[in-house]
């Protein structure tokens, strides 16, 4: 049976719901975040097989807030959490909340990243995460900027971001935001 997946667009229709009006101010700070000075495989292939065969699944939460879609993943680090990472398959390089970073006291590599975003250029920390997963699935291990992300109310913060950087690592991902599904390739 096809299931439809259909890509990130505008919705227009409707008042946002609770979750959305929460989480419009992080926009601004995710606009920052997502856009890394870096190089990441952003090279597609249109004719690669589709990720479903055998594919392992992840849950996703989608939230559409002022016009814009946002796909949230559970992610673990250090076998805690699950923490709320948005998926940005823009940007280069993946982030982690300042405040997560410090309660799992994450090494430091010493190096600072120099991000631009619509708001500026900024130069943040970065640490190393070695043991994490999205869902069930391990991820490899990377560095990850860190970056205060600004959250409201008390809707559940959005507490990093996956980028490029790891995504890119499995070929060919599946969004599919009608069912909340991310599909990963097996193996």
């Not at 979750?19 to 992080?26: K, S, T, V, W």
């Not at 000075?37 to 807030?65: F, K």
């Not at 699935?137 to 990377?142: I, N």
């Not at 205060?148 to 809707?155: A, I």
């Amino acid at each position: 049976m096809a299931r439809s997946v259909r890509t990130a667009r505008a919705s227009g229709t409707g008042p946002p719901g609770r979750a959305a009006r929460l989480l419009a101010p992080l926009l601004a700070t995710l606009l920052l975040a997502g856009c890394f000075v870096g190089s990441g495989d952003t090279s597609g292939n249109p004719s690669a097989p589709s990720v479903t065969t055998g594919a392992r699944q992840v849950r996703l939460t989608v939230v559409e807030s002022d016009g814009r879609v946002l796909a949230l993943v559970p992610v673990t680090i250090d076998g805690q959490g699950p923490f709320r990472f948005v998926l940005d398959t823009g940007a280069a390089s993946s982030v982690v909340a300042a405040d997560v970073a410090q309660s799992l006291d994450l090494p430091r590599t010493g190096e600072r990243r120099l991000i631009t975003g619509v708001v500026g250029t900024e130069k943040v920390p970065v640490v190393t995460i070695d043991d994490w997963k999205i869902g069930k699935v391990a991820l490899d291990p990377t560095d990850a900027a860190v970056v205060t992300l600004r959250n409201s109310g008390s809707d559940p913060t959005i507490q990093g971001l996956l980028g490029s950087d790891v995504l890119s690592r499995f070929g060919q991902i599946s969004l599919d935001y009608d069912h909340e599904v991310l599909r990963l390739p097996s193996g």
